[in-house]
């Protein structure tokens, strides 16, 4: 039972900005949204996290609808190293369980 | 710290032996995880730890798949006897129980292939 839905996969181009959209319209009030992304063959790494209020750090940008159904994560300055699959998951407590994700190609 | 170290990197075993996988959680944290990794399930989380104690274990696939934390540095894996559909990548990752700083840091993960 997916909480989250998100595009099979995106592409980018080099230098732009990547808008990774989310859906979670069943989230709780006490559910974070996590992203984290898989670059090939390695393992899983932290991005970013919030609950309800929009959150930057050096990675990336999280914006979180008023309703909280919907996540975007931006990466405003894309590169070829950004190239992942990209998880968005909600969370209560330390349960953290991963959907299929989205492919992210960023192109030259 | 070196991160979430496991080992071995690369497994080759024949059906039927008995494989462990080993893990070593960054210090201080008291969350450690177990996920197994395949093309056609994706991510699967495995079990999970807190202060050395199972807390769900519900995504062990069957008996033959065990897991042990004897103290806070150190985790094992176990598959006895392994199959070939056992194949995957297992990761660990480990985290601490502050909420608002609850990013899971993961391990480099151990390949597993049973033949």
């Known amino acids: 039972d997916a909480k989250t839905t998100q595009p099979t996969s995106m592409d980018c181009a080099e230098g732009r900005a990547a808008n990774l959209p989310c859906n979670h319209s069943?989230?709780?009030?006490?559910?974070?949204v996590y992203w984290y992304r898989q670059i090939h063959s390695q393992g899983p790494q932290y991005i970013i996290h919030g609950l309800k209020n929009n959150e930057t750090n050096e990675m990336a940008s999280l914006i979180i609808t008023e309703d909280r159904k919907s996540s975007t994560l931006i990466l405003p300055h894309a590169t070829l190293r950004d190239t992942a699959v990209y998880y968005c998951i909600v969370r209560v407590g330390q349960d953290m369980r991963f959907g299929a994700g989205t492919r992210l190609t960023v192109k030259p | 710290d070196a991160g979430v170290i496991q080992s071995p990197r690369h497994e080759v075993t024949e059906m039927g032996q008995e494989v462990t996988l080993r893990c070593k959680p960054i210090?201080?944290?008291?969350?450690l995880f177990w996920y197994r990794q395949t093309m056609m399930r994706g991510l699967e989380l495995l079990i999970y730890?807190?202060?050395?104690?199972?807390?769900?274990d519900s995504g062990m696939p069957e008996d033959r798949f065990s897991a042990k934390m004897p103290n806070a540095s150190f985790s094992t894996l176990k598959i006895q006897p392994s199959e070939p559909r056992d194949s995957a990548v297992y990761f660990c990752a480990s985290s601490l129980s502050d909420l608002l700083n609850a990013e899971a840091f993961f391990g480099q993960g151990t390949r597993l292939t049973v033949v």
């Open positions: 730890f807190n202060n050395n104690v199972p807390i769900d």
């Open positions: 069943t989230i709780s009030g006490n559910e974070y």
């Open positions: 210090s201080g944290h008291d969350y």
